[in-house]
């Protein structure tokens, strides 16, 4: 196999580019409210989505992972000691960086956690079987959207808060709000592609509840609203053109490389790359 194309495997199957997602769209979260940056809550956001999706992974393991039809799944569980090097090095940074965040930060992300673990946890029961929240029709989709509103909008608002930051909870509240919006429009097309593995863990997300073009569509509509509301919020002009422009960046993607009927597996990853590209736009218009 080409070095290239192993480092990228690696990026993406270890959950290093969700996790470098998740960084970014922390510190997004800090230039947008003028918050003061703290890099324990930054540490916590990279490290915590690291395990949560490591965790994910772990949860889902075919009972013969090497015969999965799925090229993630031959990969993760044929790279074992990767998989507990990264999950090892992520849980010891976790544990330094909470050893530096308010108390309140400590509630804050047992409620982010719980609400984490308990889409993949069998905790609930659905016709007489036990499973997570992931079996109710539809949820998938904004039970992630919800995670990632709180950790990377609310995690820092809640330590800035705890350590006597003024907060513009208006502007808090609006940015969370627009985050769900942006990640539903990022996780969509990750459903549409994962149509077929999602029948296989008989998970019903919403293009298996409106059809693969419906949700085509619908992705484009979404990204319509976004951008009519980024106009209309208060925050100043450089934050709304960089995130217009990713808004644009993005659309321009799903139309010429993600919705095309040849589009390979891969391509969807960048949507995560999105995530970053949205940061960087900003920082590079505020400055």
Same mark, same amino acid.
């Given at each position: 196999?080409?070095?290239?194309?192993?480092?990228?495997?690696?990026?993406?199957?270890?959950?290093?580019?969700?996790?470098?997602?998740?960084?970014?769209?922390? @510190?997004? =979260?800090?230039? $947008?409210? #003028?918050?003061?940056?703290?890099?324990?809550?930054?540490? !916590?956001?990279?490290?915590?989505? &690291?395990?949560?999706?490591?965790?994910?992974?772990?949860?889902?393991?075919?009972?013969?992972?090497?015969?999965?039809?799925? @090229?993630? =799944?031959?990969? $993760?569980? #044929?790279?074992?000691?990767?998989?507990?090097?990264?999950? !090892?090095?992520?849980?010891?940074? &976790?544990?330094?960086?909470?050893?530096?965040?308010?108390?309140?930060?400590?509630?804050?992300?047992?409620?982010?956690?719980?609400?984490?673990?308990?889409?993949?946890?069998?905790?609930?029961?659905?016709?007489?079987?036990?499973g997570g929240l992931r079996q109710i029709p539809g949820l998938k989709l904004f039970h992630i959207a919800l995670v990632w509103s709180l950790s990377s909008v609310g995690l820092p608002v809640v330590e800035a808060w705890a350590a006597a930051v003024p907060i513009d909870w208006a502007q808090a509240n609006i940015l969370g709000l627009l985050k769900i919006l942006f990640l539903l429009i990022c996780t969509l097309p990750f459903d549409i592609r994962d149509m077929k593995q999602d029948s296989y863990y008989h998970l019903k997300t919403i293009p298996h509840l409106i059809g693969e073009q419906r949700a085509k569509l619908l992705c484009y509509v979404l990204i319509a609203v976004h951008i009519c509301l980024l106009w209309i919020v208060p925050f100043n002009s450089p934050v709304k053109l960089g995130l217009i422009l990713t808004d644009m960046l993005i659309g321009i993607a799903l139309y010429v490389v993600l919705f095309k009927k040849s589009v390979g597996y891969h391509q969807v990853y960048l949507l995560d790359i999105a995530l970053l590209v949205q940061y960087f736009c900003v920082l590079l218009l505020v400055q």
């Open positions: 196999m080409h070095p290239l194309k192993k480092i990228y495997y690696f990026i993406i199957f270890s959950n290093v580019l969700i996790a470098s997602a998740a960084v970014a769209q922390c @510190l997004l =979260t800090y230039i $947008v409210l #003028g918050l003061p940056s703290s890099w324990y809550v930054v540490g !916590i956001e990279g490290t915590a989505t &690291l395990l949560l999706y490591n965790f994910s992974l772990f949860l889902s393991r075919p009972k013969k992972p090497q015969e999965s039809p799925y @090229l993630r =799944t031959r990969w $993760v569980f #044929g790279h074992q000691r990767i998989f507990w090097i990264n999950t !090892i090095l992520a849980l010891g940074g &976790l544990v330094f960086c909470l050893f530096h965040v308010h108390f309140y930060t400590w509630l804050f992300l047992a409620l982010v956690g719980m609400v984490s673990v308990g889409y993949s946890l069998p905790i609930f029961r659905f016709y007489g079987k036990p």
